[in-house]
């Protein structure tokens, strides 16, 4: 088992950035491979981004890539998702999700992740 804890949230202008963290307790952290999704309101949640549990493979939705960078500090039990270039439509609440993978696997679907955070509100004023 693993608990998950996100921080960071908060209201932010477009053009501006915050960074989500995601604290893990329980088992071992660096055994798992993260992820971080996004469900805004009467929408799916969908995939934001997701890396390994080396860190050494990341991907992510077209959406953000090129704005959002995800990061691990496997000897903080914390996952980070750096937000840049905020957009109105990235306004949604964000989850962070692990599995325990290891190797390069991480996983785009909500489906193939066990344990989940409680979400952190990120609005995006325009």
């Known amino acids: 088992q693993v608990q998950l804890v996100e921080s960071g949230g908060g209201l932010v202008q477009a053009g501006g950035s915050l960074r989500l963290s995601c604290a893990a307790s329980g088992r071992i952290f660096s055994s798992y491979a993260m992820g971080w999704f996004r469900q805004a309101p009467g929408k799916e949640r969908e995939f934001v981004a997701a890396i390994s549990w080396s860190g050494g493979s990341t991907y992510y939705a077209d959406s953000v890539k090129g704005r959002f960078t995800i990061s691990r500090d496997n000897a903080k039990n914390t996952v980070y998702l750096q937000m840049n270039s905020l957009k109105p439509e990235d306004t949604a609440v964000y989850y962070c999700?692990?599995?325990?993978?290891?190797?390069?696997?991480?996983?785009?679907?909500?489906?193939?992740?066990?344990?989940w955070g409680q979400g952190t509100q990120v609005t995006v004023a325009s």
């Open positions: 999700a692990a599995e325990a993978r290891g190797g390069s696997w991480y996983g785009l679907d909500r489906a193939e992740y066990d344990y």
